[in-house]
């Protein structure tokens, strides 16, 4: 078997917010063509892990980005839209992205034909429903043709079917070779979407495991107790 290549490695990772820590000692390594899904408990740590994956937050310990993770994006819950049109959201994204004019329309219409918004592209973006901000927003993503997408809790508030667009979605674009990590709550969409999940607990990672032996594995008690729901609200 080859040996995986790594995207993003952390090795003893800690991420304080004044007295709060919010990570401690987390080694973890994204490899290329991972879907994972980082679970756990409210104020865990999974937005803090995404966060310091990407670079936004300052840390103690290492994060090493190989060259082939240079081009990567991240999602927020919330996706920001501009007050412009839908096609205009994504041309400008391309512009602040640096493509060249050229590409702009055409790499705009396959991302607005990939993500089922062909028919709102004339719409103010501000008016779309949540579900479609969110597929406008994984759109305005993919036509950057990020290599790694990190994705917070892309379904958040969406109903079942604007759910299941998305998640459609992220599995196209998984199958086209990107890389993502996503943090979530349903554990259900992580076992549909994740080829590995990793478990968080108070800013510590608990497991680490291919997405069928998470599920399968019944050693760890709290990790056990958390998959049947009786850690839900574990904020400290
Ligand atoms: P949720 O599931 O509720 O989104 P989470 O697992 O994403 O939670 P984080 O948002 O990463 O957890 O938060 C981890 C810890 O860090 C929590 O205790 C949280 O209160 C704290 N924290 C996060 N961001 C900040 C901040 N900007 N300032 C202070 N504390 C913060």
Redesign the pocket.
């Known amino acids: 078997m080859n040996t995986p290549t790594a995207m993003v490695s952390l090795a003893g990772l800690g991420v304080r917010?004044?007295a709060?820590t919010?990570?401690r000692g987390v080694d973890l390594r994204v490899n290329r063509g991972d879907f994972i899904a980082l679970v756990?408990?409210?104020?865990?740590?999974?937005?803090?892990?995404l966060?310091a994956l990407h670079g936004m937050v300052a840390h103690t310990g290492s994060r090493v980005v190989s060259e082939l993770a240079a081009a990567q994006v991240m999602v927020f819950?919330r996706p920001f839209v501009l007050r412009l049109s839908v096609a205009n959201n994504l041309r400008l994204a391309l512009w602040l992205a640096g493509v060249p004019a050229r590409e702009r329309a055409l790499r705009a219409a396959q991302a607005l034909q990939r993500a089922g918004l062909v028919a709102l592209r004339d719409r103010p973006a501000r008016a779309l429903s949540g579900g479609q901000q969110q597929r406008l927003a994984l759109a305005r993503a993919w036509a950057i043709r990020p290599a790694l997408l990190f994705l917070?809790?892309p379904t958040a508030n969406l109903d079942p079917s604007a759910k299941r667009e998305i998640e459609t979605l992220l599995t196209g674009f998984k199958a086209d070779g990107m890389t993502l990590v996503m943090?979530t709550?349903n554990l259900g969409q992580a076992k549909r979407l994740a080829t590995r999940v990793v478990y968080?607990e108070r800013?510590d990672i608990r497991a680490d495991l291919p997405t069928a032996d998470f599920f399968a594995q019944h050693g760890d008690g709290r990790t056990e107790q958390f998959l049947r729901g009786e850690l839900k609200w574990d904020?400290?």
Do not use: M
């Open positions: 917010y004044g709060v919010a990570l756990g408990a409210n104020g865990s740590g999974k937005t803090t892990l966060q819950q917070d809790e943090s709550h968080l800013g904020i400290e």
